[in-house]
């Protein structure tokens, strides 16, 4: 297969992705930013911090483990608890799996790797809109680009800054209201809404639960339901010539 960058309408579509990121720029920047300033106020070794960041990529992974980190908890725990936290990555490739499962496993995969919370909601909210368009593996490759390039610039910033930033400022919440933002939307959609509605039963009823456990369950009853009405309403889609 030829390299897809030789195709013009290919590179617009990457070009529009990348584009179409910027608006959530800013909440990306502050939770990256916070990510950063935490390793490093854990205790964490700069040198650490950063090699942290370029192979995780997983902010809420990152902050849900470096309290165990810090605490020197089980290696075993650690895993487990950023697991869990990222298990809503399970819903999301099999979400956009009915979308890109013509193309390339090599493809899949990078997309896979680069794919965040902002780049999954606008690539759904625009399937929403306009179904099957062409070379949207182009464009949520460019979506996921422009996310992964502002979150290692602004957690490498907050891990060099760590010292001047003060973690009182809050800039987590930023974070979070963006992502909201972004997320809402995607409860139009059955899988959306059932998923959430399931998460916050269970996140509500487990409240009081030890080591935040409700939480977590929330997180695994909220997958597991909203992964089954995506399966029971959706029928995968083929792109002739992918």
């Known amino acids: 297969m030829s390299s897809p960058w030789k195709d013009p309408a290919w590179r617009a579509e990457f070009r529009r992705?990348?584009?179409?990121?910027?608006?959530?720029?800013?909440?990306?920047?502050?939770?990256?930013?916070?990510?950063?300033v935490a390793m490093v106020k854990s205790g964490m070794p700069v040198p650490y911090a950063l090699l942290m960041t370029a192979l995780a990529y997983a902010g809420s992974a990152q902050l849900a483990s470096l309290p165990l980190i810090a605490a020197a908890?089980?290696?075993g725990v650690i895993g487990l608890t950023a697991l869990v936290t990222n298990l809503r990555f399970v819903i999301y490739a099999a979400a956009i799996r009915t979308w890109l499962w013509t193309y390339s496993a090599r493809r899949r995969a990078l997309i896979g790797y680069l794919t965040g919370d902002f780049s999954f909601?606008?690539?759904?909210?625009?399937?929403?809109?306009?179904?099957?368009?062409?070379?949207?593996?182009?464009?949520?490759?460019?979506?996921?680009?422009?996310?992964?390039v502002a979150w290692q610039g602004s957690s490498v910033l907050g891990i060099v800054a760590a010292a001047f930033i003060p973690t009182e400022w809050g800039l987590q919440f930023a974070g979070t209201l963006a992502l909201v933002?972004?997320?809402?939307?995607?409860?139009?959609?059955?899988?959306?809404?059932?998923?959430?509605?399931?998460a916050g039963v269970v996140a509500m009823i487990g409240h009081a639960w030890p080591f935040k456990s409700g939480l977590l369950a929330g997180v695994v009853v909220g997958i597991v339901v909203a992964t089954f009405v995506d399966e029971t309403t959706t029928t995968p889609v083929a792109e002739p010539g992918a």
């Open 181 to 198: 933002a972004l997320v809402v939307p995607l409860c139009r959609q059955r899988a959306g809404a059932a998923g959430a509605l399931a």
């Open 121 to 148: 909601v606008l690539f759904m909210a625009r399937i929403g809109r306009e179904g099957a368009f062409p070379h949207r593996d182009a464009w949520l490759l460019g979506t996921t680009v422009a996310n992964w």
């Open 73 to 75: 908890a089980p290696v």
């Open 17 to 36: 992705g990348f584009l179409d990121m910027m608006p959530a720029f800013p909440g990306i920047l502050a939770w990256g930013l916070v990510t950063g």
